[in-house]
């Protein structure tokens, strides 16, 4: 007498093994029982989770308010530590420091320039800085998003230029009623204070809440 095969067991899609975050060759689980080519999206470190942080720039406007000069001034000469820092990593490891000559203080000023537009192109377009979040700022577009890599390009562009001028374009926001920069205004930035208790509603009262 013979039998009946033993139908087949089902797998259950939780045994399925999610894919890594980080992305992996060849195929994918597609989680309805099917199988795609293709890669996971894969997330740089540097790329934080982003609210959006529309800033008030006009009366009456529900946002997040413009960053005053004083506390911009402070991010920025965390920045400049941290980029000075890294352009004397870079002259170390090169070894120029080890043989000074006329043409040392040339070869500085190029690294920290190189350094400097290499710190703006990774850190501009995704809408801050180290010394930026440390104060609690965070750069945006008028709408409260990340600028982006084409704005975030042109900004850092700006920058170059507002330090060529003996800083003059930084100055700008001390005057500007904006508190925009010249690579602010080329880069359509603004600098916002993103703490929670900063956040203005529309009647223009100040929300409560904790510190971000």
């Known amino acids: 007498m013979t039998t009946e095969p033993e139908a ?84 170390v490891l090169a070894g120029t420091l080890a043989t000074p000559d006329a043409a040392a203080p040339i070869q500085w000023a190029v690294v920290v320039t190189l350094v400097r537009v290499g710190y703006g192109l990774i850190f501009n377009p995704r809408g801050w800085t180290p010394g930026k979040t440390v104060v609690g700022l965070r750069i945006v577009n008028e709408e ?17 230029l507002s330090e060529t001028v003996f800083y003059v374009g930084y100055a700008w926001a001390f005057f500007d009623e904006r508190t925009q920069t010249w690579h602010d205004k080329l880069g359509k930035t603004y600098v916002v ?11 223009g009262w100040r929300r409560s809440g904790g510190g971000r």
């Open 193 to 203: 204070h993103v703490e929670e208790s900063e956040q203005i509603s529309s009647d």
């Open 8 to 91: 087949a067991e089902v797998v259950e899609d939780d045994e399925i093994e999610e894919p890594s975050p980080f992305g992996g060759p060849g195929l994918v689980w597609a989680g309805d029982g099917a199988l795609t080519a293709g890669r996971t999206p894969v997330r740089s470190p540097l790329d934080v989770e982003f609210e959006i942080y529309p800033p008030v720039l006009e009366q009456g406007q529900e946002g997040f308010p413009l960053a005053t000069f004083n506390r911009r001034w402070i991010g920025f000469f965390i920045d400049q530590f941290v980029i000075v820092g890294c352009a004397f990593l870079v002259t």
């Open 144 to 160: 409260g998003d990340p600028p982006g890599l084409r704005w975030g390009v042109m900004r850092t562009a700006g920058a170059v």
